[in-house]
Structure formats: C-alpha cells, structure tokens
C-alpha cells in the first residue's frame, strides 16, 4: 500500500484507450489523418 488511503495509484484497472476507440476498431488503418486534413482544410483558415 503506498497511498495514504490505502490503495496503490500505480496499477492501471482500466486502459485509457479501448480498442474500440482506436482507427482499427472504426475499420481504419493506423495511420495518421493529419496530412489528409491539412489538404483539404476550408479556404477561411
């Protein structure tokens, strides 16, 4: 126990990203869109 509240801070219960979240869980590729989004970004920016 290295908490004062007695419960270790250290131990991930959870992932901070499901694969459901991730690109291949959508049925995208891993790579990344920020090229493709640049390039076709509106004329106002």
Not at 2 to 25: F, N
């Amino acid at each position: 126990m290295s908490s004062a509240s007695g419960w270790e801070d250290d131990i991930e219960v959870l992932p901070d990203t499901t694969t459901d979240e991730r690109p291949t869980g959508w049925g995208d590729d891993d790579a990344s869109n920020d090229a493709r989004l640049l390039e076709e970004r509106p004329p106002h920016w």
